[in-house]
């Protein structure tokens, strides 16, 4: 994977979706950077980051993500996942609680396992006509033609295989039970394509299982595709500034 690192302070760490890449958070790291040690990552085969020659997985991605903290000294972070990236935000808190004080997670649904017929169609259409899938899955999500057509670009630059395996990953496996285990601090954003409103993002999550959500913890954002950062990018950037302030008082 590729790190880019900007400024000094509070360590955020930004993880993006899916077909997406590092760029996506251009506006949240310009802000931020001056505050704020910016740490934002291009996952395997996204972005500039090549796939390499192995299988792609959520787990190597973990993994390798926890070393790169590591070797940067990294601790205390605030770490910020979009969909996949919330996925393995979860899974490098879960496996090591002191490198992560505080989480956030944007349109992330820990659990898929329940859709997993659907998915599976749509894993084997994926393998098939990968550019009519992205297309048809980026027209569900975001509402703005200019803005998907540059999302469906990015998305379609992104190596196949990892964007399959990524995506099987998310589909075959449940996440639920390590967020539920986290001591740390977990804040949930959610998009007006995620849910209708803050009750139905709470009976979403119940029906996933994710116990303990708080309501200063959740933030909803009804005028917003899945693209918070790039739709509403002064409205979550205001509300990240918020939360990473949280860990700001406590530790600097």
Known sequence: MKIQ????????????????????????????????QIISVDLYGHGSCPSGNGVVSINETVKMLGEKLTEMGVNGAVMIGHGLGGIIATEVAFHDQVKVARLVVIDMFPKRKDLKLIRQLDLEQLERNRTAVIQAHYKQLIEDADLRDAVVKEALRTDEKAYYFYMKDMIENDFTQKLNLLHTPVHYLYSGIAAKSEEDIRNMLDRMGVKNVQDNKLHYYPQSGHFLML??????????????????????
Do not use: C
């Open 231 to 252: 739709e509403q990018p002064r409205e979550l950037t205001d509300d990240l500034k918020k939360i990473i302030s949280l860990e700001d008082q406590n530790n600097y």
């Open 5 to 36: 690192v900007q400024g000094s302070g509070v360590p955020v760490v930004m993880i993006h979706q899916i077909g997406s890449s590092s760029d996506v958070w251009k506006f949240q790291r310009e802000e931020l950077a001056s505050s704020y």
